[in-house]
């Protein structure tokens, strides 16, 4: 119900109680919002390109079987090995399995939200294995032993005095030290002995080609290159849906995809992957956790075309202002309102609910997806699963009755409003939410209505 | 031309004056105005609360009441959108309805769109800062959102640009939602408070002294955020403008 502990509103009522911070980190993501707008604008056909690649995803995803069976007949055939993963226990048991059989105690991973979605971290740990993040705002957090609050930006919401703390005590910056050339310094020649002893690379997958069975990487760090180009061991974790047909599809995604996540033209590295390097194994593992099921819901189909760039949380205004940890999701903010509950409508009850359907989402999807379409429908799923609170569904009855009928309504509105007058401190009180920070709106003591049939009789009907 | 006017259940109820409005603006046009007495509401709480059941009844009754004019005006974008976006699965079978989606109007856009109203006999010397309701902007599309590349237009900015004297103000974030949301206002009360007042200061540091909009209930949520904080801004809805209005105090 909506009292667990996933409720989004509490939290993010916890996170706006500090306005300054609240207004920094809406403020720090309204900047990439605006990049976004000057780079889009620059390009002419952006409305076009949205219509390709939604346009590509929808063909890609109908039949998905054939172009995942051609991608792993032409993945294998460059020399990659291939396997498929049902759920994330399977996925975290084949990384480590082929991490035990190349006996790589030593992992560097960039950046990649499908493997927090597994939580591979802690079970590759569990397993005595020492995984490092080398993504800088991954290592971050993963510093802190948190999870990422944005899936392109997943330190945005901490500080730079809070990553010179951080670094001071686990990298041995000077103390205070705030700025962040400095610190950026710190963390690469950390990362850099890192790279140096690894025995693997994980990396995530951007893009998968089904034609030629190759893979696409997008960093601004380069640190997926380093992460695999250095040991004999490259592990790609990627979700069935990173599929596109042909090569020359990539141009329409990457003219998106970074305009999108960061305002840049193009991500700083875009790395291709074409079976394994001399001397070296690349495993790439195909996994669903329930992306199939998504595939076969039609009002939520089209969230499985996500490009995961994170426009819609940089245009949220909730995600803004709450922070993403408040909605207790590896994919936070808009797409995340969709992709947990329509997987587990129980525990994420609230989030469809925590956006004003502004729309905003929907506009900036680079692959237009309905978002703001999909949290409506989804609310009454939630009240369909049982899973909206009894409370809500008994106002939401009663008031439905009383518009029903419009004598019920005219003598509940007259009455409501002779109270808002002569009793206001009844509306004055903690229970009342519209009160605490906003007054009441007029309570006229005649409704246009009554006006109406006074002064226009005649036309009365 | 018969025109069946809707007015929202809180205008109905809470703003007469908007309502008012938006009758004489259509009356001076020389329609035949009707307003059906037992309308209520759109059903847009129910079904935005998950609710949907419970607002069938009130699609259906829409339905019945406004099926046979020539038009549909409301002075609100967002129960015109839960109109023609939301009632689909409804009443989508039922004699009529196509038509009433197509000729379902908000106001303004009603204005510019089927009166093509080029002129407004209007005189508002204020400083007027527009904000672009969320469900006219981008369900309705009566303007550009700012995440859509394009050309600029805004059907609302058109019709506030014929009035007389009018100054409208640069808002550093043009469309940005002001955080009512209907439900969303008393379930996410803390982030849609934040997202208003973060409005209002746009509007502050843009000289505003009158707030506008298509929809009063945006103006409800940001008025009661003004009224408690004491600040120097009015609301007024975009109706009572065009028609002619002055701010509460002023005098003819």
């Not at chain 1, 034609?211 to 990487?217: F, K, P, Q």
């Not at chain 1, 394994?276 to 199939?292: A, F, K, M, V």
């Amino acid at each position: 119900m909506n009292t667990t502990a996933e409720n989004h509103s509490s939290k993010a009522g916890v996170f706006v109680s500090d306005s300054d911070k609240a207004h920094w980190h809406d403020s720090a993501l309204w900047f990439v919002r605006e990049k976004r707008d000057k780079q889009v604008n620059d390009v002419p056909e952006w409305e076009k390109l949205r219509e390709a690649a939604s346009a590509i995803k929808t063909h890609t995803v109908a039949q998905l079987d054939q172009y995942l069976q051609m991608f792993e007949q032409k993945a294998t055939a460059l020399g990659a090995k291939v396997h498929w993963a049902q759920n994330a226990r399977e996925h975290n048991e084949i990384v480590h399995s082929i991490l035990k059989n190349h006996g790589a105690q030593r992992v560097v991973k960039s950046k990649s939200m499908l493997t927090e979605e597994c939580h591979l971290n802690p079970y590759l740990e569990q397993q005595g294995i020492d995984v490092v993040d080398t993504d800088l705002g991954e290592r971050i957090v993963q510093l802190r032993k948190e999870s990422p609050s944005h899936i392109v930006l997943p330190a945005i919401h901490i500080k730079k005095e809070e990553v010179g703390d951080l670094f001071h005590q686990h990298l041995g910056t000077d103390e205070g030290a705030t700025d962040p050339s400095y610190l950026t310094e710190a963390a690469r020649n950390h990362l850099r002995e890192k790279f140096l002893a690894a025995d693997a690379g994980i990396t995530g997958v951007n893009f998968a080609i089904a034609e030629t069975g190759g893979i696409v990487v997008c960093t601004n760090e380069g640190n997926a290159d380093l992460g695999v180009t250095l040991p004999r061991l490259h592990i790609a974790c990627m979700g069935i849906e990173k599929l596109i047909p042909r090569t020359k599809d990539l141009a329409v995604f990457l003219r998106l995809l970074a305009r999108s996540a960061t305002g840049q033209p193009i991500t700083t590295y875009t790395s291709h992957f074409h079976g394994p390097q001399d001397d070296s194994e690349l495993h790439i593992i195909l996994l669903d956790n329930g992306r199939t099921s998504l595939r076969d819901q039609s009002d939520y189909q089209e969230a499985l075309h996500c490009i995961r760039c994170g426009a819609c949380m940089n245009t949220c205004p909730v995600y803004r202002r709450s922070g993403g940890h408040s909605y207790g999701t590896t994919v936070p903010g808009p797409i995340g309102s969709v992709l947990n509950p329509v997987s587990d409508s129980a525990t994420h009850n609230s989030l469809p609910f925590a956006c004003s359907l502004c729309g905003s989402c929907t506009d900036v999807c680079p692959i237009k997806i309905p978002l703001h379409h999909q949290l409506f429908t989804l609310r009454d799923q939630i009240r369909r699963n049982g899973n909206l609170a009894l409370t809500k569904r008994i106002a939401m009855f009663l008031t439905g009755r009383i518009l029903g009928s419009a004598s019920l309504f005219r003598v509940v509105g007259r009455m409501g409003r002779w109270v808002m007058r002569g009793f206001p401190w009844l509306f004055h009180n903690r229970f009342n939410l519209w009160w605490k920070q906003r007054d009441m709106p007029p309570a006229p003591k005649q409704s246009f209505g009554a006006w109406y049939s006074a002064n226009r009789k005649e036309k009365h009907r | 031309m018969a025109v069946g006017l809707f007015i929202p259940c809180y205008i109905d109820q809470f703003y007469p004056d908007v309502a008012i409005a938006t009758l004489e603006i259509l009356e001076r046009h020389g329609l035949e105005v009707a307003y059906p007495a037992s309308q209520t509401c759109c059903g847009q709480p129910m079904a935005n609360s998950g609710c949907v059941d419970d607002a069938r009844p009130l699609a259906v009754r829409f339905l019945e009441l406004f099926g046979d004019y020539e038009y549909v005006v409301a002075p609100s974008g967002s129960c015109v959108s839960m109109v023609k976006h939301h009632y689909e699965d409804h009443v989508s079978g039922l004699a009529g309805f196509q038509e009433l989606k197509d000729k379902t109007y908000e106001l303004c856009e009603f204005m510019t769109d089927v009166l093509c109203v080029e002129t407004i006999d209007a005189r508002f010397p204020y400083r007027v800062g527009l904000h672009e309701s969320c469900h006219g902007l981008r369900e309705l599309r009566m303007g550009k959102s700012s995440e859509v590349a394009g050309p600029n237009f805004s059907k609302t900015r058109r019709l506030l640009e014929m009035v007389e004297e009018i100054e409208l103000c640069d808002l550093q974030r043009p469309d940005e939602c002001c955080g009512f949301g209907g439900t969303f206002a008393i379930n996410e009360e803390a982030v849609s408070c934040l997202m208003g007042l973060d409005r209002l200061a746009d509007h502050e540091q843009a000289g505003t002294q009158v707030i506008t909009a298509t929809d009063m209930s945006c103006l409800m949520h940001l008025g009661g955020l003004i009224s408690r904080q004491k600040k120097p801004i009015h609301m007024l809805h975009i109706a009572q403008i065009l028609a002619g209005g002055r701010l509460p105090g002023e005098h003819h």
